[in-house]
């Protein structure tokens, strides 16, 4: 099970950190990502963190601003989002799959979702 938090309204070039608790003890297997759906349109890949946190792969619109990290020792992903724009507003998810990649359906674990709302 994932919980993620974190989420909140900002003004644009403000920063949020959102977290992603897992109960599992085997979160340390798996690949985490964050996906992003803005309203009205499809969810979107934002980040990938390999198992041992040492990879990663970020969406274009949100390089140099965005960090993906994981600590296994305490089960939580984060993301570190800065130079928030009105296009990032977004229903941010923490998932977790086997293998990764940038296709939803890659994983089958995901958490409830955490509203971010950037204002201009």
């Known amino acids: 099970q994932l919980q993620a938090s974190g989420g909140g309204s900002v003004q644009a070039g403000g920063s949020l950190r959102l977290s992603c608790t897992a109960s599992?003890?085997?979160?340390?297997?798996?690949?985490m990502a964050w996906f992003r759906q803005p309203p009205g349109k499809e969810r979107e890949l934002v980040a990938i963190?390999?198992?041992?946190?040492?990879?990663?792969t970020y969406a274009d619109s949100v390089k140099g601003r965005f960090t993906i990290s994981r600590d296994n020792a305490k089960r939580t992903l984060y993301l570190q989002m800065n130079s928030l724009k009105p296009e990032d507003t977004a229903v941010y998810y923490c998932?977790?799959?086997?293998?990764?990649?940038?296709?939803?359906?890659?994983?089958?674990?995901w958490g409830q979702g955490t509203l971010v709302t950037v204002s201009s």
């Open positions: 998932a977790a799959g086997v293998n990764g990649g940038s296709r939803s359906s890659l994983y089958p674990y």
């Open positions: 963190i390999s198992m041992s946190g040492f990879g990663t």
């Open positions: 599992e003890r085997t979160f340390s297997s798996y690949v």
